[in-house]
C-alpha cells in the first residue's frame, strides 16, 4: 500500500485555481502513469512516463499538464479546469522498458479531486 | 476499435459459493491481460496476470483465472467467496504493439459477496 504514494488525498479547487498533484513511487519502478477515473466508466489513461520520457499522451486538454523530474516522482498540475474534471486521479508505477508489456502496474490510492 | 467489456455491473453471491466475474476483449493481437481489485478509499492492487502457457492462472487471495482465446475471455473466478472479496474488479488487457504501456480498462464489475 505504501509503494506508490499521492498527496493530496482530497482536493477542492476553483475554476480559476492553479494547484499540483504529487505521486511518489518507491519501488525502483521506471514508467509512471496518470489516469482518471469517473464513476461507471472505464481507467482513462492520461499520461505515461518511461525513463523520465514522456511516451504517451492520450488527448489530455492543455489544462493538465504533467512533469516528471525523475524516475521516482510525477507530478500533474491543474490550471482553469472544469466541473467535469471532478473525478479520482490515480497514479501507477510499473517495471520497463523492455518487457513493460508484461509487467503489473502499482497504483497509488487517488487524489479526489472536487472542481467548483 | 480496441475496448475491455465487463458484462455485469454487479455480481452478487453468497459466501462461500464459487464466484465468476466475466471479462471479454477486443483487441488484435495476442494481448496481455490483467485483473485488478479496487477497495473503497483505496487504489487499484493487481491480482493476476496472463502473459502465456497454461490458461488457467492462479493470483492472491485464493482467485484465479481462465484465458479462452477463441472466446476472447478472460474470466475470474473463485472456488469459495468471502465477505472479504466485496469490491470493485477490473479487467485489463494490453496489446503487445503499443510499446508495453497502453493498458485498456474495462468499467468495472462490483462484487457484493453476503454473509
Known amino acids: 500500500e505504501t509503494g506508490v504514494t499521492q498527496t493530496p488525498r482530497h482536493l477542492v479547487m476553483g475554476m480559476t485555481n492553479k494547484k499540483s498533484l504529487k505521486c511518489e513511487q518507491h519501488l525502483g519502478h521506471n514508467a509512471m502513469y496518470w489516469y482518471k477515473q469517473s464513476a461507471k466508466k472505464p481507467l482513462e489513461l492520461m499520461f505515461v512516463y518511461s525513463l523520465e520520457e514522456r511516451v504517451e499522451n492520450n488527448s489530455v486538454p492543455s489544462r493538465f499538464s504533467p512533469e516528471c523530474p525523475n524516475s521516482s516522482h510525477l507530478f500533474l498540475h491543474l490550471h482553469t479546469l472544469q466541473p467535469e474534471d471532478s473525478a479520482l486521479y490515480l497514479c501507477a508505477s510499473s517495471q520497463g522498458p523492455g518487457g513493460a508489456g508484461a509487467a503489473e502496474q502499482y497504483f497509488g490510492p487517488g487524489t479526489r479531486l472536487t472542481v467548483t | 476499435a480496441q475496448s475491455v467489456a465487463q458484462p455485469e455491473d454487479q455480481v452478487n453471491v453468497a459466501e462461500g459459493n464459487p464466484l465468476t466475474v466475466k471479462c471479454t476483449y477486443s483487441?488484435?493481437?495476442?494481448?496481455?491481460l490483467f485483473w485488478y481489485v479496487q477497495y473503497p478509499n483505496r487504489g487499484l492492487q493487481f491480482l493476476l496476470k496472463?502473459?502465456?502457457?497454461?490458461?488457467l492462472v492462479k493470483g492472491s487471495y485464493g482467485f484465479e483465472a481462465e484465458f479462452n482465446k477463441s472466446q476472447t475471455s478472460f474470466h475470474l473466478k473463485k472456488p469459495s467467496a468471502l465477505v472479504s472479496d466485496s469490491a470493485l474488479y477490473f479487467c485489463?488487457?494490453?496489446?503487445?504493439?503499443?510499446?508495453?504501456?497502453?493498458?485498456?480498462f474495462g468499467a468495472g464489475t462490483r462484487l457484493f459477496v453476503k454473509a
Open positions: 485489463a488487457v494490453r496489446p503487445p504493439e503499443t510499446g508495453g504501456f497502453k493498458t485498456i
Open positions: 496472463y502473459i502465456t502457457g497454461d490458461n
Open positions: 483487441v488484435s493481437g495476442n494481448p496481455y
